[in-house]
């Protein structure tokens, strides 16, 4: 009777310490997670620019000089906003010169003072996480940039946004 009441308690050590186990190992991983969870919503994600194929396409009114200070504006303002965290600028296209000569018209309608335009639409993808964090956003998107400047000085974005 004795060697069962010792055998009992054993086992109840035993099956002590296992669920003792469990619940450290648990616990845990609960304060692990809500670490991670807590490092998502806090720190702002990276914005990338730095690798974006950039297509020139064929101008009779701008130089690449012209297009390459234009793209780094675009990229500094990609950066800048809010709604990129954790984007990666894939490609930048200028959109032709039709469509600069077309907004340059607009924009003198509305009586902007600029004696030049260039559009550059922008896509971009988003990390998944950026995704969870932000869910208004696409995983991959357009994003368009219209700029001006005035008498060959430095561009200006003038607007921006998913379509014209």
Same mark, same amino acid.
Request: glycine letters at 8%; charged letters at 30%; hydrophobic letters at 40%.
């Given at each position: 009777?004795?060697?069962?009441?010792?055998?009992?308690?054993?086992?109840?050590? +035993?099956?002590?310490?296992?669920? =003792?186990?469990?619940?450290? %190992?648990?616990?845990?991983? $609960?304060?692990?997670?809500?670490?991670?969870?807590? @490092?998502?919503?806090?720190?702002?994600?990276?914005?990338?620019?730095?690798?974006?194929?950039?297509?020139?396409?064929?101008?009779?009114?701008?130089? +690449? &000089?012209?297009?390459?200070?234009? $793209?780094?504006?675009? !990229?500094?303002?990609?950066?800048?906003?809010?709604?990129?965290?954790? @984007?990666?600028?894939?490609? $930048?296209?200028?959109? %032709?010169?039709?469509?600069?000569?077309?907004?340059?018209?607009?924009?003198? &309608?509305?009586?902007?003072?600029?004696?030049? @335009?260039?559009?550059?639409?922008?896509?971009?993808? +988003?990390? !998944? $996480?950026? @995704?969870?964090?932000?869910?208004?956003?696409? &995983?991959?998107?357009?994003?368009?940039?219209?700029? %001006? +400047? !005035?008498?060959?000085?430095?561009? %200006?974005?003038?607007?921006? =946004?998913?379509?014209?």
């Amino acid at each position: 009777m004795e060697g069962n009441k010792l055998e009992k308690n054993k086992l109840l050590k +035993r099956t002590g310490s296992i669920l =003792g186990k469990i619940v450290v %190992g648990v616990s845990i991983f $609960i304060i692990v997670a809500f670490v991670v969870l807590i @490092c998502i919503i806090i720190i702002p994600l990276p914005i990338s620019v730095k690798n974006a194929e950039v297509n020139y396409q064929t101008s009779q009114i701008f130089t +690449r &000089e012209d297009m390459d200070e234009a $793209i780094a504006v675009v !990229k500094d303002e990609f950066k800048e906003m809010d709604c990129f965290e954790g @984007c990666k600028m894939d490609k $930048i296209v200028y959109d %032709g010169d039709e469509t600069s000569l077309r907004e340059l018209e607009s924009l003198k &309608e509305r009586n902007l003072d600029y004696d030049e @335009c260039i559009l550059f639409k922008t896509y971009y993808t +988003r990390s !998944k $996480i950026a @995704c969870f964090k932000d869910s208004w956003g696409p &995983e991959e998107g357009m994003f368009i940039f219209w700029l %001006g +400047r !005035k008498d060959g000085g430095n561009w %200006g974005i003038v607007s921006s =946004g998913t379509g014209y």
